[in-house]
């Protein structure tokens, strides 16, 4: 399983944090203005509708009220084709025509006579609904189309005999052209209301957060001044228990000497706990000054293999290797040694009675790959995606059953990426579980 390429452990969980706190603040402050805005646009378009509807009526109203006797001649047959007269108004965008319950034309009022044609083929039959606007776009002439408002107003006489329609209708090409731009606007509006959501959410996020940076550096200071603190008093605490294991072995009873024994493994692993958060933490502060010399991999991995093989001999496990030869890398002996060596302890400390470990070491694509692959339990899919997090040793059950304190892969993870290389781990529950690193081969 392999990771991004953050810095360290605490910073790529201050990372996570700062972008989803980001993402969250960025989202909610665009939502909230594009919804404004949205509702703003929504608003004045329903207004400007409201206000062609208002025109129209109040156009339709008066006509009818002006030529409701000439429908009811025209009713009557007082009023025929030839008393009908159209009135032009060039200079306005309202008109309207009148027609009669049999579809004619009685009376009129328009701005653009040559449409009159395509007009009354839209209004003739009465297909408009009552009192609803409705528009409609008419391709007429050679000034291009016309955006029309339509709405019809029926004429009743005081018996409500239908005595005909007003059909009022105005240019609205401008209004329609002014709310287009008006939407355009927006849209440049909420563009940049997300561009700046997105600056305004980081910069929220990284002020969030700042106790938590404060908190954490403090935690790295402590631990990184615990360990050290701790080395000289455990030193001297181990040579002292040394001193009297080898001084008072005739004097002691089995009981008292094996107490005795179990104090200083005690004490061992606890120097080797503050030796490993003093490494992680001077690698979080910057502070590992690496000798960069040409090693060769190989030997540098036998040697640690040789190291465990008694341990693992005890526990009756296969620990075997296949190693090319002549591979070499540059980088830190001590920190490459602490690599190779928490990889083994892990497969040692995992791997049950009669299992088999195998170390091999190949080159591929210019890189060393080193992979440790034992006969374990294997993990699962949620413990693989917390693996390389620090303190983090999966199952419990088998906690206190294992030494360590959850570091060994933390270490592996931080002295991989110092030498520009990268840890991945692959494992199944019941499967083993196998680790590769993979190093920058020296030119």
């Keep these: 399983m392999s990771r991004p390429d953050p810095p360290h452990h605490d910073l790529r969980q201050l990372e996570a944090s700062r972008r989803r706190l980001a993402w969250r603040y960025a989202l909610g402050m665009a939502m909230g203005l594009c919804t404004v805005l949205l509702v703003g646009y929504l608003m004045h378009s329903a207004l400007v509708k409201q206000s062609l509807k208002s025109e129209l009526v109040q156009l339709a109203q008066r006509e009818a009220e002006v030529h409701k006797p000439d429908l009811e001649a025209w009713m009557e047959g007082r009023r025929g084709p030839d008393d009908v007269s159209i009135g032009f108004r060039p200079h306005r965008t309202a008109f309207y025509y009148i027609l009669g319950p049999d579809a004619r034309l009685v009376h009129g009022n328009e701005t653009r006579p040559a449409l009159r044609e395509e007009v009354l083929a839209l209004l003739k039959g009465n297909a408009l609904p009552r009192g609803r606007v409705v528009f409609e ?176 001999e005890s526990r009756q496990q296969s620990l075997s290797m296949t190693l090319e030869p002549g591979l070499c890398v540059v980088g830190d002996a001590d920190l490459l040694a602490r690599l190779i060596g928490a990889g083994l302890d892990n497969a040692v400390a995992y791997t049950p009675k009669y299992g088999r470990i195998e170390v091999r070491l190949q080159a591929r694509a210019g890189r060393a790959r080193l992979e440790i692959v034992d006969t374990g339990p294997g993990m699962s899919e949620a413990q693989l995606a917390r693996a390389f997090e620090r303190f983090y040793r999966g199952d419990p059950s088998r906690q206190r059953h294992q030494a360590g304190a959850g570091l060994g892969l933390a270490i592996i993870d931080e002295v991989a990426r110092q030498h520009g290389g990268e840890a991945q781990l692959f494992s199944r529950e019941g499967e083993g579980t196998r680790l590769v690193v993979t190093l920058p081969l020296a030119i």
Excluded: C
């Design 137 to 312: 776009e008419i391709l007429a002439d050679e000034e291009g189309a016309l955006q029309l408002a339509l709405l019809r107003h029926p004429v009743k006489d005081s018996e409500g005999r239908y005595l005909g329609s007003v059909y009022a209708a105005t240019d609205v090409g401008g209004s329609l052209v002014h709310l287009e731009q008006l939407l355009v606007l927006l849209l440049g509006l909420a563009l940049g209301f997300v561009v700046l959501a997105g600056l305004g959410g980081w910069w929220m996020a990284d002020r969030s957060l700042l106790p938590l940076q404060q908190a954490l550096r403090q935690q790295r200071e402590f631990i990184a001044s615990a360990s050290h603190e701790l080395r000289a008093p455990l030193t001297v605490m181990n040579t002292a228990l040394a001193l009297v294991e080898r001084e008072g072995r005739e004097r002691l009873d089995n009981f008292h000497h094996q107490t005795l024994v179990d104090a200083r493994d005690e004490v061992r692993r606890l120097g080797r706990l503050a030796e490993e958060l003093l490494l992680l933490a001077r690698i979080d502060a910057g502070g590992v000054s690496q000798r960069h010399e040409h090693l060769p991999l190989d030997e540098v991995v036998q040697r640690q293999v040789r190291l465990r093989q008694p341990q693992a």
